[in-house]
């Protein structure tokens, strides 16, 4: 039996819905296909996974720099990279419904939808087409870029004029990519708007393997230190006939998502194709001037290539979890704090004024630092579910005793655990939790309050 998640799709994609994470595009229209907009709470949790990324490979990394190019590049691009002529999926047309398939996703040589026989396939390429400027033919036809690696190839020369780089190091981008896929699904897994995070890793040839497998063990380290079960996780080496044009050897990053194991990232050893395909495609030369032997080489490239949406998802996936509660169940994500859309909610337990007037306080103060949020409504009990569902780690409360002994209550969304700390400490005390310290570590001052708590 195919190994099975034990969260179901339809589950993610309804908390999705339902706490705004994720909508359809353009919903009041009856949606676009595959495409798909983030919410107040998904925006956030995107954007944590990004700066996750960038701080991982740029800031806390010298051998690294970021890069944000234009989605609309100069045509010849794709022709020297390859895309016009290679970047295609087989399609196959069913010749009773007309429904178009992807052949070689499909089991047998008949319609999925109908039965019926399908066209023989025809090569279809996967970039989107527009215009520049007012004429549309063919000389003002530009592409949608459909990966952001190409951004970084032909500013090799720049970055390297301009940072003084030296072999090896490596260019990283974030940014939107576009494929007119033949067939999409499974939520945002495979849109045909999407985003990706790209490294570049530019090293001598020579040393190209051991990077190879240097990357592929940052990568999958990168996931688990997030909070990926590393049994959701596994490399598969592409076979020598699946390899993309311009790769010499490629491994996937799969993850164990709802449907079964799938891509989330792939890491290739693109060699030195790019950079001697633009050089002699643009007459540019992109050597590197070797010092120590005086010589212009071709570096060789290592490419981890993410996609953002798939992160999300699998992050999403992996947080899910229900647990029994009484009669009912509590829906949890246990969300890495740096990726969690709030790191704090601030409940009072009180409307009344005073208690509401110091939470309000509160609520201002730690703003300052995270994106925090404010909940008053109903029971406490019911405001802690809502946390839990959407992953907030830490829940403060205010109550009357606040008032009088300046202290307020942590409770921790994993274990349900409650700390009473004083409110001099708080800031840093969540400081110190959303960096992983135990709940119980007090800050002077501060006591236990309840343990396994009544949530
Ligand atoms: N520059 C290399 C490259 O683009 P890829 O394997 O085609 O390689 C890299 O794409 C990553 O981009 C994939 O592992 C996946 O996470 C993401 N990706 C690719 N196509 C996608 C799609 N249609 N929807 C969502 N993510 C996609």
């Known amino acids: 039996m195919a190994e099975q998640m034990k969260v179901d799709m339809e589950k993610i994609v309804s908390l999705c819905r339902r706490r705004g994470f994720i909508f359809p595009s353009s919903e009041i229209y009856g ?134 780089k030296r072999l090896p190091f490596g260019i990283a981008q974030i940014g939107k990519a576009f494929r007119n896929e033949i067939t999409t699904g499974n939520f945002i897994f495979r849109s045909r708007e999407f985003e990706q995070m790209e490294i570049e890793f530019f090293v001598k040839p020579g040393t190209d393997e051991e990077w190879f497998d240097y990357w592929t063990e940052e990568r999958l380290n990168w996931y688990a230190k997030l909070g990926i079960k590393r049994e959701n996780l596994k490399l598969r080496q592409h076979t020598q006939d699946e390899l993309a044009h311009y790769a010499r050897k490629c491994s996937d990053i799969d993850y164990l998502f709802p449907m079964g194991w799938a891509e989330l990232e792939g890491i290739a050893n693109r060699g030195d194709f790019d950079l001697v395909q633009h050089a002699s495609s643009s007459g540019k030369s992109l050597n590197y001037y070797e010092e120590e032997t005086k010589q212009h080489i071709v570096p060789y490239i290592i490419e981890p290539s993410a996609g953002v949406d798939r992160s999300v998802l699998a992050f999403l996936c992996d947080a899910y979890d229900e647990e029994p509660d009484k009669d009912e169940i509590r829906v949890l994500l246990h969300l890495h704090p740096a990726l969690a859309p709030f790191k704090v909610a601030i409940l009072p337990l009180s409307k009344r004024e005073k208690p509401a007037g110091l939470a309000k306080q509160i609520y201002a103060d730690l703003r300052q630092c995270w994106m925090v949020t404010y909940d008053d409504a109903q029971s406490i009990g019911r405001r802690y579910r809502r946390q839990d569902e959407i992953g907030t780690p830490f829940c403060v409360t205010i109550d009357f005793q606040s008032l009088e002994d300046e202290q307020v209550t942590i409770r921790e969304r994993d274990t349900m655990n409650q700390i009473r700390v004083p409110l001099g400490e708080l800031r840093n005390c969540l400081q110190a939790k959303l960096e992983g310290e135990d709940l119980f570590i007090l800050p002077p001052g501060g006591k236990i309050w309840k343990e396994g708590g009544n949530g």
Not at 46 to 64: I, L, S, T, Y
């Open 31 to 164: 949606g676009l296909s595959s495409c798909w907009d983030y919410g107040p709470l998904g925006v956030e949790l995107k954007r944590n996974v990004k700066q996750a990324w960038w701080r991982a490979v740029v800031q806390e990394r010298g051998d690294m720099v970021g890069l944000d190019t234009s989605i609309l590049m100069h045509p010849q691009t794709w022709a020297a990279s390859g895309h016009l002529e290679e970047f295609s999926d087989p399609l196959a047309e069913c010749k009773s419904c007309h429904m178009r398939w992807r052949s070689d996703d499909l089991k047998d040589d008949s319609c999925p939808s109908c039965g019926g026989e399908l066209t023989e396939p025809q090569q279809f390429n996967l970039m989107f087409k527009t215009f520049m400027g007012p004429v549309e033919d063919k000389a003002s036809t530009v592409y949608l870029r459909p990966e952001t690696a190409q951004g970084i190839f032909v500013n090799f020369e720049n970055v390297l004029n301009t940072t003084r």
